[in-house]
């Protein structure tokens, strides 16, 4: 059974897989009935979809969101890779520039990850402080359906307290990509909007 928690998590996963990557006049409806679920339809709703494996299966790489990022079976924007970690734009960032650091192996334990995670890590935090030009950078642990995740959020001047995600669009994102994966830093980037 899904705790409450994970059941909060995988919808909020699942709505933005669907922000992200359905046809605009679907969303709604598709979006609704996510929202109606309660923990067991919702728990069925992701066997059937594969994307999570039957209880007692679990043999540690089910197909949870963030494996189906790696495998590149969800569209995913990304900005950095090494032998043991991706790394890719969150498509409902906190902030601008919001990117997730994933583990390729699905591991539940911030204290079980490769070193090559912290590495990349911090590769991908001087390169986004660089490349958007700032100064405060938050790295945040969390996990979704045993999937040990880093997130990476950029700090803005102007930016309220509040820690609200927001859709980002697919040009934004692909943009944000531009830059951060661009060899050269010639081009001037436009630091200072906001999604
Ligand atoms: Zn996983």
Known sequence: MLTPEQTKNLKEELIRHIESSFPEDKKEFAISQIEAMDSEELEKFLIKNQLLKKEGANTGTGHCVFCSIVFGDIKSYKIAENSKT???LEINPISRGHTIIIPKEHISSEKELPKQVAVLSKKVSSLIKKRLKLEEIKTEYSNVLGHEV?????????????????????????????????KSSGKKSRNQENY
């Open 150 to 182: 880093i997130n990476i959020i950029p700090f803005y001047k102007n930016q309220k307290g509040s820690s609200e995600r927001k859709p980002a669009s697919a040009e934004k994102l692909s943009e944000m990509q531009e830059i951060l994966t661009k």
């Open 86 to 88: 991706i790394a890719v």
